[in-house]
């Protein structure tokens, strides 16, 4: 089946705007993960939802950042005010437990103007 | 805090070459730790897990806890594994920790 989608996949935004990037995970995975991974490095841990509860979100860098997964489905990380410094690339990962394979999407590439 | 470190950003090797991608790590436990994969224009992907001890397209890794050192090796370079590799542990809750990647170019 199909694989972590997230949408969209560029997003420019204007300094100061607010952004919604969007995840879907593999149908009946339990756990999803958000990630932020700047230019050049590696990827840095955001948030982390066991179904529809966020269990962890000590990766979110300020209160700008807010992430939902309301049904224990779909996933939206939202941005407000976003700043230059928040311009990255978003990845979702999803797995089907909290020990197993994360399954990682395309990612969102934001970049703040 | 953990860490994972990957000393270089590229390692550029000919086809048929020996390939080690370095990693080490700190961090207060047992870790567990994983190498993961991104070619060209895919999605992060997970290579492969110390736990299962695999072998996979030909890369092992031996977690060293005297070196900290997860090193990633291939006796043999092939053109297609030409990518970005990153090394990673798993902290609490499941979430991983990443190192900042090396870049292998396998030339023909």
């Known amino acids: 089946g199909a694989g972590v989608s997230q949408s969209p996949r560029y997003k420019v935004a204007k300094r100061g705007q607010d952004v919604a990037l969007r995840c879907d995970p593999i149908s009946g995975h339990v756990s999803l993960f958000w990630y932020q991974q700047a230019l050049g490095q590696g990827p840095e841990f955001l948030t982390y939802?066991?179904?529809?509860?966020?269990?962890?979100k000590s990766g979110l860098p300020s209160d700008r950042f807010f992430a939902e997964r309301p049904e224990g489905s779909v996933s939206t990380l939202k941005i407000q005010r976003t700043q230059q410094e928040d311009s990255a690339v978003y990845l979702c990962?999803?797995?089907?437990?909290?020990?197993?394979?994360?399954?990682f999407g395309q990612g969102t590439r934001l970049t703040v103007v | 805090a953990q860490r994972v470190t990957q000393p270089e950003k590229l390692l550029s090797v000919f086809k048929g070459a020996p390939v080690e991608l370095k990693c080490n790590y700190s961090?207060?436990?047992?870790?567990?730790l994983f190498w993961y994969v991104q070619y060209s224009r895919q999605r992060l992907q997970l290579l492969l897990r110390h736990i299962s001890r695999e072998s996979i397209k030909g890369f092992t890794a031996d977690l060293n806890k005297g070196e900290t050192s997860f090193h990633l090796k291939k006796p043999f370079a092939q053109e297609e594994d030409s990518a970005m590799y990153y090394c990673a542990l798993v902290e609490y809750g499941n979430k991983l920790v990443f190192g900042a990647g090396t870049i292998l170019r396998v030339k023909s």
């Open positions: 939802f066991q179904n529809e509860a966020q269990l962890d």
């Open positions: 961090y207060s436990g047992s870790p567990e």
């Open positions: 990962a999803s797995s089907e437990d909290r020990n197993t394979e994360a399954f």
